[in-house]
């Protein structure tokens, strides 16, 4: 299973090909939309580059980014600072976050961090999304459908994303978006996913 030296390779080396430069359009939709509340906390595992958080951050929102690729984590924050905006950054194996932590976040960011995970770690996954998330809070987030053999990114299925976030959350929205980059069309779905108590 990949971990953090494999990880920290890959941004070293700049082999990279899910980051796309860039904020990944569909976010940038639901932000423009209204249907991401404003000035909300956001925590973003398996942020990379922080190209998301960057954009949220001078947006106005309150942005954790998590990523245990110390590369990963030092470009974010060089790009960060450069943008002149406020992000916290952990370098930190997302799935043994501080519990100081817990239930402090109105929404978690879902892109790339999932399809990255060693599928047999996935309900581990939901776990720390229902602790970091408080209640009535969102994990909204892009899951990746593209149906090729092995990983990463390992695919999914949305039957496998209902089975796995079920029940503990409501599907607010889920569906194939049209906002994605074109290498990535009718491969990602969209998802809201609202924590219940």
């Known amino acids: 299973m990949p971990d953090a030296e494999f990880w920290n390779s890959r941004y070293i080396e700049n082999n990279i090909g899910w980051d796309l430069g860039g904020v990944s ?3 940038v939709h639901l932000v423009e939309s209204g249907k991401i509340a404003p000035y909300s906390t956001i925590l973003i595992p398996g942020a990379g580059r922080g190209w998301e958080a960057i ?23 060089l790009l960060s600072e450069k943008e002149g905006v406020k992000v916290t950054f952990l370098q930190e194996d997302l799935f043994h976050l501080d519990p100081e932590r817990y239930g402090v976040f ?13 599928p047999v770690r996935r309900p581990e996954y939901v776990r720390m999304a229902i602790r970091m998330i408080r209640p009535g809070g969102e994990l909204v987030g892009l899951f990746y459908v593209h149906g090729r053999e092995g990983g990463p990114p390992w695919t999914t299925t949305a039957e ?13 929205e889920f569906a194939i978006t049209d906002h994605s980059v074109d290498s990535r ?13």
């Open 25 to 27: 359009p569909p976010f």
């Open 55 to 77: 954009y949220l951050a001078r947006m106005g929102f309150d942005v954790t980014c998590v990523d245990f690729a110390p590369e990963a984590i030092a470009v974010a924050r």
């Open 106 to 118: 109105d929404y978690l960011l879902e892109q790339t961090c999932f399809c990255a995970i060693d």
């Open 160 to 172: 496998e994303v209902r089975d796995l976030f079920r029940s503990r959350f409501d599907f607010v």
């Open 185 to 197: 069309k009718g491969e990602e779905i969209l998802a809201r996913l609202r924590r219940r108590p």
